[in-house]
């Protein structure tokens, strides 16, 4: 119970920790003025009894409880606000601390962690220490600071009592350490639960195209079925293995409160208990395990805090790329690799590969799938890090730039164009968000796609579904095009961009490439043959290695693998059943 406070308290930021700390020590004088209650009914009673209920004891007795009773409305008031500030800013901070964090994870990461993992901590994980971390940790805080003050006020009545009181919170603690040991245990079931759930639910909705093509409905249902049958099973399993605790826990405060009643009177009718005191320990024995009764009952969430807090920390250790360059403008456009080699874990992409790309030219790879085309242009632009060998921007190492200073200088193209559920304006200006509407539809004008725009219902604020399915794939690259002319980077990537392009939108889309690419340095992956064959360089790669490079008329000259490439292309295009 303890170390999820803690944990948590460390999760925070250094504001957000004073506004909980603050938050303690008004919950431990919340407790106080919570005691105050039994003093001022000891002082009516030992007075009614003693024949000593004067003026003064009664005003003194009202103002402690009524003063109690204000410091306490104060308290828990302000508790609230700062309980409320500090988690809810918790998790919104965190969601953006995760997120910069991930912009600057090397690629290879979201290869080997689930989209379902990542999604449930930023969005799930992150939402539940919203709701329950705060408001958990001051409840039983509370509950318990509030138990520890009166078992105090016990042993000044009678050390009996008190004792009774610290054998009931004992035996509190060791049930809620065999409490959170289950709960440690069965968390990250439940964890991995959450996450398979999600993860399911995504590859099904991804791929409702394929299941529907394939009539794969019930295979696919049956999956979501299992994750959700298995999410209810830990879900049910937790619930009877903590119900348990709570039972067992429940039967001490009961005996505790039987044993102090039946106690005190059994002491009274001996002659070594007064009235008053018997009075108010039966008082008292309801009171302190009340508070452990909230304590306990919200406790068994603190498991979740500590599964969340584990869960966020876990993508904020992965190692980054180094970030720490500097914010450069480069003189120049050239683009230097040189002795690179590259691999995904144990698998080598690239092997030792080096070539030049001048300002303002045109350079095309080319080579059959898995050759390591995409990978290269990924390098380049420091999607990943090179394990050996460098890369130059400009003359300089791409290491010393700053990750956005680099980027400044990349526009991508990719065959498979990704829109995001916002406003088709917000989507073009993800290129330069401070661009003006002007400079924004000049762009979309180049990129040919202002006319289709303006017949949307609502124009350049027509709100997209996710990943842009409501429009077509010619009209989504155009719009990507768009995006790529108004950030107006001096490198284009365009990575087989053209592949999947329709003869009705092909002259649209080359006329809109013919903008972007316009005094630019260019590197293209392509298969289709007119767009590399104008490439001022070609680069051949097979395996991870560069095996020939040249304009496309040299290349057909040394009848190698581009030759048999492109033969091939027009032996394909020619043939006829």
């Known amino acids: 119970m303890?170390?999820?406070?803690?944990?948590?308290?460390?999760?925070t930021s250094e504001k957000n920790r004073k506004y909980l700390?603050?938050?303690?020590?008004?919950?431990?004088?919340?407790?106080?003025?919570?005691?105050?209650?039994i003093a001022s009914v000891y002082l009516i009673l030992d007075g009614?009894?003693?024949?000593?209920?004067?003026?003064?004891?009664?005003?003194?007795?009202?103002?402690?409880?009524a003063g109690g009773i204000v410091v306490m409305i104060i308290c828990k008031y302000a508790m609230t606000m700062l309980q409320c500030i500090a988690g809810y800013t918790t998790g919104a901070n965190k969601r953006l601390e995760i997120a910069e964090h991930l912009r600057y994870m090397p690629m290879g990461y979201y290869n080997k962690n689930s989209l379902g993992f990542i999604t449930s901590v930023a969005t799930n994980t992150m939402e539940n220490l919203n709701d329950i971390a705060t408001r958990v940790i001051m409840m039983?805080?509370?509950?318990?600071?509030?138990?520890l003050l009166i078992m105090a006020l016990m042993f000044f009545f009678d050390w009996r009592m008190g004792l009774i009181v610290l054998g009931v919170f004992i035996c509190f603690l060791l049930v809620q350490m065999a409490h959170q040991a289950i709960g440690r245990k069965l968390a990250p079931i439940k964890d991995k639960a959450d996450e398979n759930l999600v993860e399911d639910v995504l590859e099904y909705c991804e791929g409702i195209t394929e299941v529907k093509?394939?009539?794969?409905?019930?295979?696919?249902s049956s999956k979501i079925y299992d994750s959700i049958e298995k999410h209810r099973k830990i879900n049910t399993r937790m619930e009877l293995n903590f119900s348990q605790f709570d039972i067992y826990e429940g039967i001490f405060m009961k005996l505790g409160t039987v044993a102090m009643g039946l106690l005190s009177i059994f002491l009274y009718l001996n002659g070594q208990m007064t009235l008053p005191v018997v009075i108010v320990t039966i008082i008292a024995s309801f009171l302190v395990f009340n508070g452990l009764a909230r304590a306990c009952g919200y406790s068994s969430l603190l498991k979740n805090v500590e599964v969340c807090v584990d869960k966020g920390n876990k993508i904020l250790a992965e190692p980054i790329m180094n970030t720490k360059g500097d914010f450069i403008r480069p003189g120049n456009h050239d683009i230097s690799v040189k002795n690179i080699s590259f691999s995904y874990e144990e698998k080598e992409i690239i092997k030792d590969v080096s070539f030049d790309i001048k300002e303002n030219t045109k350079?095309?790879?080319?080579?059959?799938?898995g050759s390591g085309k995409s990978t290269l242009a990924k390098l380049i632009s420091r999607f990943f890090d090179v394990n050996k060998g460098s890369i130059y921007l400009g003359g300089r190492n791409i290491k010393d730039y700053n990750i956005d200073s680099l980027m400044r200088n990349f526009s991508f193209v990719f065959q498979n164009v990704y829109l995001f559920s916002d406003t088709i304006r917000n989507n073009i200006k993800i290129g330069k968000s401070d661009a003006t509407d002007e400079e924004m539809i000049e762009a979309c004008k180049k990129a040919k796609c202002h006319d289709f725009i303006m017949s949307l219902p609502e124009g350049y604020d027509t709100v997209l579904t996710e990943g842009g399915s409501s429009l077509s794939g010619g009209e989504r690259q155009r719009l990507s095009i768009a995006r790529a002319i108004l950030k107006d980077a001096p490198i284009i990537i365009l990575d087989e961009a053209t592949a999947n392009i329709d003869p009705e939108n092909e002259n649209l889309i080359i006329e809109a490439f013919n903008e972007l690419t316009k005094d630019k340095t260019i590197l293209m992956i392509a298969h289709r043959l007119k767009t590399v064959r104008n490439a001022d360089d070609i680069l051949v790669l097979d395996d991870g290695k560069i095996v020939d490079e040249g304009t496309h008329d040299e290349l057909m000259k040394h009848n190698g693998l581009y030759a048999k490439f492109v033969n091939e292309r027009q032996e394909a295009i020619g043939f006829k059943l």
């Open 363 to 369: 350079v095309a790879l080319v080579g059959p799938s």
């Open 2 to 11: 303890i170390r999820a406070i803690r944990k948590f308290i460390k999760f």
């Open 21 to 37: 700390y603050i938050a303690i020590f008004l919950g431990i004088i919340y407790a106080l003025s919570d005691v105050m209650k």
């Open 213 to 220: 093509n394939y009539n794969l409905v019930k295979q696919a």
């Open 140 to 147: 039983v805080t509370d509950g318990v600071l509030d138990s």
């Open 48 to 65: 009614f009894f003693n024949n000593a209920l004067d003026a003064a004891r009664i005003w003194l007795a009202f103002g402690l409880l």
